[in-house]
T-cell receptor
Framework: EDKVVQSPLSLVVHEGDTVTLNCSYEVTNFRSLLWYKQEKKAPTFLFMLTSSGIEKKSGRLSSILDKKELFSILNITATQTGDSAVYLC???????????FGKGTLLTVNP | EAQVTQNPRYLITVTGKKLTVTCSQNMNHEYMSWYRQDPGLGLRQIYY???????DKGDVPEGYKVSRKEKRNFPLILESPSPNQTSLYFC??????????FGPGTRLTVT
């Protein structure tokens, strides 16, 4: 059975801190790993990673994938209160390219 | 505007009264899915469809039905809703192996 585990489950930081969110996976026939941000609504897409070692970056957010060790990290630098959200990791695999989601990391950024 | 739409957004119903949640996408995506999201359990796939007339069970299909008669539409049917189907439901679509887009969500309460 495919499995995606995110850690920590929740995290509280102060504005300006840097955070690292983790996602490890066990998926048959890995195809890609996706990160989403979910506030009080639908998840919104952040990154899709398919190759090891290539960092994807968007503003203060960046992510990298390690296909040998089966994990990814999402970094957020200089956090802001608007970064408070649940961050979801999803891994696509198998013959039908099913996306399996982790339970998410709840990030709270305090002023 | 590229989007996934769902209706209704909120629904309160009674046990046993059949209901349908509609989902439509305007991006010509082949792949569509339904998820439910529950506290502590994350996003779980109910059913998915890889193309017109091709549907298959996800992780939690019991009590649900779907159909895919047209590429853009993927309704979720609850023939006899029960209180354990109270949840937040998301429809999603993607172009094969690409980024997945989510609808705005339907909050269903079954009393």
């Amino acid at each position: 059975e495919d499995k995606v585990v995110q850690s920590p489950l929740s995290l509280v930081v102060h504005e300006g801190d840097t955070v690292t969110l983790n996602c490890s996976y066990e998926v048959t026939n890995f195809r890609s790993l996706l990160w989403y941000k979910q506030e009080k609504k639908a998840p919104t897409f952040l990154f899709m990673l398919t190759s090891s070692g290539i960092e994807k970056k968007s503003g203060r957010l960046s992510s990298i994938l390690d296909k040998k060790e089966l994990f990814s990290i999402l970094n957020i630098t200089a956090t802001q209160t608007g970064d408070s959200a649940v961050y979801l990791c999803a891994v696509g695999g198998g013959s039908n390219y099913k996306l399996t989601f982790g339970k998410g990391t709840l990030l709270t950024v305090n002023p | 505007e590229a989007q996934v739409t769902q209706n209704p957004r909120y629904l309160i119903t009674v046990t046993g009264k059949k209901l349908t949640v509609t989902c439509s996408q305007n991006m010509n995506h082949e792949y569509m899915s339904w998820y439910r999201q529950d506290p502590g359990l994350g996003l779980r796939q109910i059913y998915y469809s890889m193309n017109v007339e091709v549907t298959d069970k996800g992780d939690v299909p019991e009590g649900y039905k779907v159909s895919r008669k047209e590429k853009r539409n993927f309704p979720l049917i609850l023939e006899s809703p029960s209180p354990n189907q109270t949840s937040l439901y998301f429809c999603a679509s993607r172009p094969g192996a690409g980024e997945q887009y989510f609808g705005p969500g339907t909050r269903l309460t079954v009393t």
